[in-house]
């Protein structure tokens, strides 16, 4: 498996403790699976909600 230059260079995120970490797979506070920001998608965003 080849790293892609703009892996090595992701933020990670761990919703849990909500620090963040530039390598890691896991939380080394909690354990939790920490989560690249880059994959992060919030389905709602630029939507109109409730009117506004």
Do not use: A, F, I, Q
């Amino acid at each position: 498996m080849t790293l892609l230059s703009s892996d090595t260079n992701r933020e990670l995120y761990c919703p849990t403790c909500e620090d963040h970490y530039e390598r890691g797979d896991v939380c080394p506070k909690d354990g939790t699976r920490l989560v690249s920001l880059g994959s992060v998608v919030d389905p709602l965003l630029g939507r109109e909600l409730d009117g506004r």
